[in-house]
């Protein structure tokens, strides 16, 4: 076990932020850790800055932009949840990325709002599915119709979700 953070020992001033390529920070450590004997055998890894970067973005992430934000890839190694709607270098594209499952459904449920969104997934037992994998079905007791998953779906993806609510 690592003796030393990157945030309290490398870091303390929080110079690393959220936007941090973690491969340039890694890189600089490493040429600093050449001259600075108090940090043998407490190195660090490129994962250790990886998981230091993503630690520090909020629980959903979302920019619109031509390119990926810095976070998205990073975001992406420290295994959150990731998706984009993009169309070549269009100013419009969107990125986002959340730090588990759950997350990014209470993100979705609250945010999107596009109709084609609307029309192509449906909410459940809290998740979305997606049309054609749920059923209406009408209980024997007369009470409201429900949707229900059909037999073997599963969840909807995210990358669908974020290309149904995109203007793409």
């Known amino acids: 076990m690592k003796q030393y953070t990157i945030a309290d020992h490398y870091d303390p001033t929080g110079i690393i932020g959220v936007n941090s390529d973690p491969h340039e920070e890694f890189a600089r450590w490493q040429q600093t850790a050449r001259y600075n004997s108090a940090w043998v055998g407490d190195e660090f890894t490129l994962d250790d800055f990886i998981q230091h970067i993503a630690s520090l973005a909020d629980d959903s992430m979302y920019a619109q932009q031509a390119n990926a934000p810095a976070w998205y890839e990073t975001l992406s190694m420290a295994n959150w949840e990731t998706a984009c709607a993009v169309s070549g270098s269009s100013p419009f594209n969107e990125w986002y990325a ?71």
């Not at 209470?106 to 997606?130: H, L, P, R, V």
Request: aromatic content about 16%; glycine content about 8%; proline content about 6%.
């Open 98 to 168: 959340w730090k588990a499952r759950k997350t990014s459904i209470a993100y979705i449920d609250k945010y999107f709002t596009s109709q084609s969104f609307i029309d192509g997934f449906q909410w459940i037992n809290g998740e979305f599915y997606a049309e054609g994998d749920y059923s209406l079905n009408d209980p024997e007791d007369g009470s409201d119709l429900v949707f229900t998953p059909n037999p073997g779906a599963t969840p909807a993806c995210l990358q669908a979700m974020v290309q149904a609510e995109s203007g793409f």
